[in-house]
């Protein structure tokens, strides 16, 4: 929370102590990552808010008890992948059991209403919200998932969209100048 209230503070005292020909550059790309992964957090938010009302209001048709609170627990866990749906599915499936005498008809209603959140979060929520809120095209999103899922585990599905944001402005500020340059030094010698 001190770090939040004093942000602003220790940005400008950072600031003064970098190299003065680059320091307006410096800023201003740290400035733009700061952007993407704050939207990237608020993003997520928004997510796991979703999942828990969808999961609370698909444990709710199926009969479980405390299924607002379950719901809650697994939206909100479900920051981590799949720890929202084993921290969801441990207590519904015990309700199932000792409410409903292990009722089958519950045990599949209980599995799609987890299925359908999590087919939801992927297909849907994580392309669509994550996306508008990072600047990133929805392919460009499950390539990172899969790409950093590979190289990093589950670190890497953690910090897939950060990363890829970060990839993304710096590729934008160092990189795409030197080929734009390049481009035109190729069209320019092949006029000659």
Known sequence: ?????????IKRTLAKYLPGLYRDRIVDIVSKIDRAVSS??????????????????????????????????????????????????????????VDHHGSILLFVGVALVFAAVEALEGVVLTPWILGKETGLHPITLILSFMVFGKLLGLFGLLMAVPLTAIVKILGKEFLLPIIEEFAQENSAVGAK
Not at 1 to 9: G, V
Not at 57 to 71: K, M, P, Q, T
């Open 1 to 9: 929370c001190f770090f939040l209230y004093e942000r602003n503070d």
């Open 40 to 97: 990237f957090f608020r993003g997520r938010l928004i997510i796991c808010i979703i999942k828990s009302l969808l999961t609370a209001f698909g444990l709710w048709i199926c009969g479980i008890r405390f299924a607002f609170f379950i719901g809650l627990v697994a939206g909100f866990l479900s920051f981590i992948p799949f720890l929202g749906v084993i921290m969801g599915a441990i207590p519904s499936v015990t309700f199932v059991i």
